[in-house]
């Protein structure tokens, strides 16, 4: 089983439509979750941190089940420039500092 | 302005051949850490660094080889034992325990 798991979509949403991701983690131990981004041919950049509270960040929302071992990320009012590859990373559990990626999520808004 | 300039863009490298990516940053990071990216695969850590002179293998170290000499540097080689060398390589560095990431902008290696 891999450490995180995604769905790779693709998700093919108009623009306007609310999209969820779902995200997996195997490790208990986990410390720390993030959504990051990554644009076709490019570098993964920082989203936001998930926080077991859950958290937003304009039309961002973070959600993670400690219990259930899962983490989520929903866009609202979804924008042609949301589209991209986003990517479930989680830190900690015994592996130091380093992140454990998912495969990513690949998000495609039309008009 | 601050950041983790990885060189060259693009680098093709005839089959058996070793060759060493690079990576710098000017953040100040004690720690840095090379992945490996193929399509539907996500990222793979190689190899990272806590601190100079020291590093520890990641999940797919097997044909790479590091050096930390430097804690502003932290080159990767890519030797002829590597089956599979062709990949998208990206560099980070973060203040360790800490969770702020920084990546380098990537390598796009091609085998040939």
């Known amino acids: 089983r891999k450490e995180v798991e995604q769905d790779p979509g693709p998700f093919n949403v108009p623009e306007g439509a609310t999209v969820a991701f779902n995200c997996t983690y195997s490790?208990?131990?986990?410390?720390?979750f993030f959504w990051y981004r990554q644009d076709c041919r490019k570098e993964p950049k920082l989203l936001m941190s998930v926080y077991s509270s859950g958290n937003e960040d304009g039309r961002f929302t973070a959600q993670l089940n400690r219990a259930s071992q899962y983490i989520s990320l929903l866009i609202r009012d979804s924008k042609l420039s949301d589209s991209a590859t986003y990517l479930c990373v989680v830190r900690g559990g015994g592996g130091g500092n380093k992140l454990t990626f998912g495969t990513g999520t690949q998000l495609k808004v039309e008009l | 302005d601050g950041g983790i300039t990885q060189s060259p863009k693009y680098l093709f490298r005839k089959e058996g051949q070793n060759v060493t990516l690079s990576c710098e940053q000017n953040?100040?990071?004690?720690?840095m850490y090379w992945y490996r990216q193929d399509p539907g695969q996500g990222l793979r850590l190689i190899y990272y660094s806590q601190i100079v002179n020291d590093f520890q293998k990641g999940d797919i170290a097997e044909g790479y080889s590091v050096s930390r000499e430097k804690k502003e540097s932290f080159p990767l080689t890519v030797t002829s034992a590597q089956k599979n060398p062709t990949a998208f390589y990206l560099c980070?560095?973060?203040?360790?325990?800490?969770?702020?990431?920084?990546f380098g902008s990537g390598t796009r290696l091609t085998v040939v």
């Open positions: 980070a560095s973060s203040i360790s325990g800490t969770e702020n990431f920084t």
């Open positions: 953040l100040n990071h004690d720690a």
């Open positions: 490790n208990s131990a986990s410390q720390s």
